[in-house]
């Protein structure tokens, strides 16, 4: 019988079959360490294959593939990330994975060199295999989520049984935004609590010990409570009642928390705190980051240094004037640091006024409208990079008289350097580069938040691999 009022609506008892997290874990463990084994194995097949012109019989990096498939599950259990890819968006749930996958293998190769067990791995092949694992985890990760979604939310399986608990307006909230029911539960009772605080006595309800009562038939996994916080009494007094039930008991939020998309519990000493606010990448991101930065900037300066010679040399002998051309800009949390540029100007602004360089300037040499097409201008800032004061992908920093003028008219403008300025960007690949009036800067200023809430190692592959191959990244260069 299913009876309904405005407030109040008793489930049926639901026979869905629950998906175990254990099972779960266990499909998402199998089918990842299969993937890396299957990417190790191709990868060293391919590798060989292309190189030489044959497959090696024995393939060693299959061992490779299973000390790291080993060593991503215990990452990846211990940071509750097979839970957490069901709940998390596509971009969050990749950066997670990318960097798991990339600790995994930082913690594989220092392993193998402690263990000098490396001498029978091919380091062209090992990289290969690092670039297709790239690829193959986070994809095998996201199909299975995909597949767990569907399942539930079409009713093959159950996420969990839930029973939701609280006063009428609280029910109605939650069952008409994120119901636990559309992200596949199943919702097996929604019971309005009549107290002696209620406001409508007379509106159909159970008490607090029918409800424990109803709980023991139903069997729920999960009871969520939709009360107001500041209820803490009532809180506390319906928490000690489901003491006596083997359940979970989840506080609904408050709907002013519904505005932030990733709260954390947190504790600022002693005292246990709500986080809704963190800055992006958080410690480990920033660690594997700056390696990231560190490795392919210091690579870069040694491949290219023919290249930089050669530029070096053709703008000495194009105009009078330095070589290089240095400028005051802001960098992380707004620290004035100085960037460094092939010169392709006859002018060295950096005051009060900087002109922003226009199509057609009279102002660019020869070969400055050559390196800046190309974005080759831009090459010294590895040296940027090394020092720290850069990192290869970030929001692009602009003249410090810019940033003045900028930081006043748009909004959140402050909250690019957050993170290291990068040589390139999102925001460049996608074509905003040239001049900057208010539109075209309040579109940088968007594709850079968006690459702040969503970043990731691969995110940055991506970018770097756009920079030089998409046709957007040389538009808009003069």
């Known amino acids: 019988m299913v009876l309904q009022t405005e407030t109040y609506v008793t489930e049926t008892v639901s026979r869905k079959r629950t998906i175990s997290p254990p099972v779960v874990t266990a499909v998402r463990i199998g089918v990842e360490t299969v993937t890396i084994l299957a990417a190790a194995f191709l990868s060293s097949t391919l590798y060989h294959l292309v190189a030489y012109g044959s497959a090696f019989i024995r393939n060693p990096h299959l061992e490779l593939g299973a000390a790291l498939s080993l060593i991503f599950a215990i990452i990846s259990f211990f940071r509750d990330d097979y839970r957490a890819a069901l709940h998390l968006s596509g971009r969050k749930a990749l950066n997670r994975v990318v960097q798991g996958y990339v600790l995994a293998f930082v913690a594989v190769i220092v392993l193998a060199f402690l263990t000098k067990s490396s001498d029978g791995f091919s380091r062209g092949a090992a990289i290969v295999f690092f670039l297709m694992g790239l690829v193959m985890v986070p994809l095998s990760r996201g199909l299975v989520s995909q597949a767990i979604r569907h399942a539930t939310r079409s009713g093959w399986f159950s996420a969990g049984r839930v029973m939701i608990v609280g006063f009428g307006e609280g029910l109605a909230h939650v069952l008409a935004n994120n119901s636990p029911r559309e992200q596949g539960y199943d919702v097996i009772a929604v019971e309005r609590l009549v107290t002696e605080f209620n406001d409508d006595m007379d509106a159909p309800g159970l008490g607090i010990d029918a409800i424990v009562e109803k709980a023991r038939y139903l069997q729920p996994d999960t009871i969520m409570l939709t009360l107001p916080w500041s209820r803490a009494d009532l809180i506390e007094q319906c928490v000690r009642a489901f003491m006596n039930l083997p359940v979970r008991v989840e506080l609904a939020p408050e709907?002013?928390?519904?505005?932030?998309?990733?709260?954390?519990?947190?504790?600022?000493?002693?005292?246990?705190?709500?986080?809704?606010?963190?800055?992006?990448?958080?410690?480990t991101g920033h660690a594997a980051k700056r390696l990231f930065d560190v490795v392919a900037a210091g690579t870069g300066l040694l491949v290219?240094?023919?290249?930089?010679?050669?530029?070096?040399?053709?703008?000495?002998?194009?105009?009078?004037?330095?070589?290089?051309?240095?400028?005051?800009?802001?960098?992380?949390?707004?620290?004035p640091f100085r960037i460094w540029k092939f010169r392709s100007m006859r002018v060295q602004d950096d005051g009060p006024v900087v002109v922003q360089a226009s199509r057609d300037d009279g102002r660019i040499t020869r070969v400055g409208r050559f390196i800046r097409k190309w974005n080759l201008d831009e090459l010294p800032q590895l040296i940027n990079v090394v020092t720290g004061d850069m990192s290869l992908v970030g929001p692009r920093p602009h003249a410090v008289a810019h940033n003045r003028l900028y930081e006043r008219k748009i909004d959140l403008y402050a909250r690019r350097h957050n993170v290291l300025p990068g040589i390139t960007g999102w925001a460049q690949v996608n074509g905003f580069r040239g001049a900057t009036d208010d539109d075209a800067m309040q579109g940088r200023v968007d594709l850079d938040l968006y690459y702040l809430d969503n970043w990731s190692l691969g995110f940055d592959i991506i970018i770097i691999f756009m920079t030089i191959f998409s046709k957007r990244s040389y538009r808009n260069a003069y």
Do not use: C, W
């Open 304 to 335: 290219l240094s023919p290249l930089l010679l050669l530029v070096a040399l053709l703008i000495k002998l194009d105009s009078r004037g330095p070589v290089l051309f240095r400028q005051n800009r802001y960098g992380f949390n707004q620290r």
């Open 255 to 283: 709907r002013v928390l519904e505005r932030y998309s990733d709260l954390r519990l947190g504790r600022l000493g002693s005292m246990l705190t709500l986080n809704v606010l963190r800055p992006p990448m958080g410690h």
